[in-house]
């Protein structure tokens, strides 16, 4: 973990420099031994196919069910005059299961409110750390990892959460694998072949995790994950630049790497849909923070994720209402999608996940408001005009179309 540079010394501008290591780090208070845990001895084999596990896709470790459940309505066209929805995209990084029941607790939020999310699935988590010499990353060593293998009990949790996730009609996609953020075999140094080797290895990871554990009585993941998956975010967001053509050539349908995002409506770079984590107010403060969980964190106990207990109630407060008053600019002024980026970690007594949960119940309910994933909000960017869009992208952040909707979008 890198030192972390104060919003407020860097000004207005947040540049690479400062979201190096702020993007969080996965669960980077994992023993990178990995943890001990009920082991799964079993012989392998390719299951035998019922009809609840669709068309097995190679080793049975996935398999093709047909049609995602539980999507929107297919998209439509705003109507001239008519109010953009407020998106809301709230995303995972790492997407494990490790023993602190958050996966299953935010599905069952997630369920209740109606919202679907985005789930960045660290590739390495369903690879066992006996096996870990099968992982080659890019300019590291063999089987190296910036973040811990899971035990065997926590990949089986998270096989059953992330098929569950599918399900329920969320998205996976990946964080790739070994969370390398510093040194010569930082992400932010690897080529686009560098990434397509990276990304390789995720999707072999997550397609065959059947033969790499041996487990042959549990049910494949109900989908063809080659097909699923169509974006990312990068280690501490970086290395973006070398990572889109990489993308591009795969058919990937947008990136969630850029550091430092304002809240306006996206354009695309080298053909994807350009979706940062923005900066958003800090109850406070007079510089603003980046819209995920460990970004607060840096800001409020300078990296500690254990440190003066007798602050948590008020930390808490204060990351509650900076979701909230990034939600609240957009959603008053120019309707621009927010993104927000969270951990799957108990970080400061677990303050944070409170936070992301008590600002999504204040979110969800209101008019126009839609919690989606990133790949679903592709799916409407992809149906609109694009001169249309090109008008949304006029307004700055905070600002209110002059004269109202319907006279805005009549000047263009």
């Not at 997407?95 to 919202?115: K, S, T």
């Not at 973040?147 to 969320?170: C, F, M, P």
């Amino acid at each position: 973990m890198r030192d972390i540079s104060r919003r407020g010394v860097l000004g207005a501008g947040l540049g690479a420099a400062a979201a190096i290591g702020i993007a969080g780090c996965g669960s980077f208070n994992q023993d990178k031994g990995g943890r001990a845990g009920p082991g799964g001895d079993g012989k392998g084999g390719k299951p035998s196919p019922s009809k609840s596990q669709g068309r097995l896709i190679g080793d049975g470790s996935t398999s093709d069910t047909g049609k995602q459940p539980n999507q929107p309505p297919k998209p439509v066209r705003l109507e001239p005059g008519q109010t953009p929805p407020q998106f809301v995209i709230f995303s995972w990084d790492g997407a494990g299961e490790v023993g602190n029941g958050l996966f299953p607790r935010f599905l069952e939020l997630a369920r209740n409110h109606d919202a679907a999310m985005t789930f960045f699935l660290s590739g390495l988590y369903l690879l066992p750390e006996s096996k870990k010499t099968i992982y080659r990353p890019p300019n590291n060593g063999i089987g190296a990892s910036d973040i811990g293998y899971l035990s065997d009990g926590h990949i089986k949790e998270t096989l059953k959460y992330v098929r569950q996730a599918w399900l329920d009609g969320h998205e996976i996609g990946t964080h790739f694998n070994g969370h390398f953020c510093g040194g010569s075999g930082s992400v932010g140094n690897w080529s686009p072949a560098d990434w397509q080797n990276e990304i390789d290895q995720a999707v072999k990871f997550v397609t065959e995790w059947r033969t790499n554990t041996g487990w042959k009585d549990m049910d494949p993941l109900p989908f063809d994950y080659r097909k699923e998956l169509v974006g990312a975010r990068t280690p501490c967001l970086l290395g973006q630049d070398k990572l889109l053509p990489t993308a591009k050539k795969l058919g990937w349908r947008y990136d969630a790497s850029s550091p430092g995002g304002r809240q306006m409506w996206p354009e695309k770079r080298q053909g994807l849909w350009d979706l940062p984590l923005q900066q958003i107010p800090f109850p406070g403060h007079s510089f603003e923070v980046l819209s995920m969980d460990y970004n607060i964190l840096a800001n409020q106990s300078n990296n500690s994720t254990k440190g003066m207990p007798e602050r948590y109630p008020g930390w808490k407060k204060q990351a509650t209402e900076a979701y909230l008053a990034g939600f609240n600019r957009a959603y008053e002024s120019n309707r621009a999608p927010f993104y927000i980026g969270n951990h799957f970690e108990r970080w400061n007594g677990g303050i944070y996940m409170d936070a992301v949960e008590e600002a999504l119940k204040g979110m969800t309910g209101k008019k126009d408001v839609r919690l989606v994933s990133f790949r679903q909000f592709c799916d409407w960017l992809d149906v609109q005009d694009p001169q249309v869009l090109a008008k949304l992208r006029t307004l700055e952040v905070g600002q209110s179309p002059a004269g109202g909707w319907n006279t805005f979008f009549k000047a263009a």
